[in-house]
Nanobody
């Protein structure tokens, strides 16, 4: 069992940056692949970025490459998502998710553990 807690969300303006954190507890964190998803009101929960167990592989939603950066610190049991050049369309609840085995990064069904989410709101 892995418990995930997101933090770092907030209300920012168009063009600002935010750094989200996903703190894990429970089993050995470095055994897990971790991803970030986001869900805007009335929309499906979409893949944002993922990172492998020891950070050698990262994967991003194509439309977000270059603005968002995922990283992890296994010593701190934490995964980060740096959000730059934020736009109103980035407004959503951001969730982190974990799985021991990944087949398809963007498939929500791959992930067994989810956090409660953190709200990011970008105003004009």
């Amino acid at each position: 069992q892995v418990q995930l807690v997101e933090s770092g969300g907030g209300l920012v303006q168009d063009g600002d940056s935010l750094s989200l954190s996903c703190a894990a507890s429970g089993r050995t964190f470095s055994d897990y692949v971790v991803a970030w998803f986001r869900q805007a009101p009335g929309k499906e929960r979409d893949f944002v970025a993922g990172i492998s167990r020891t950070s050698e592989i990262t994967n991003y939603r194509d439309s977000l490459k270059g603005r968002f950066t995922i990283s992890r610190d296994n010593a701190k049991n934490t995964v980060y998502l740096q959000l730059n050049s934020l736009k109103p369309d980035d407004t959503a609840v951001y969730y982190c998710a974990a799985t021991r085995y990944i087949t398809r990064w963007s498939d929500r069904r791959n992930y067994q553990y989810w956090g409660q989410g953190t709200q990011v709101t970008v105003s004009l």
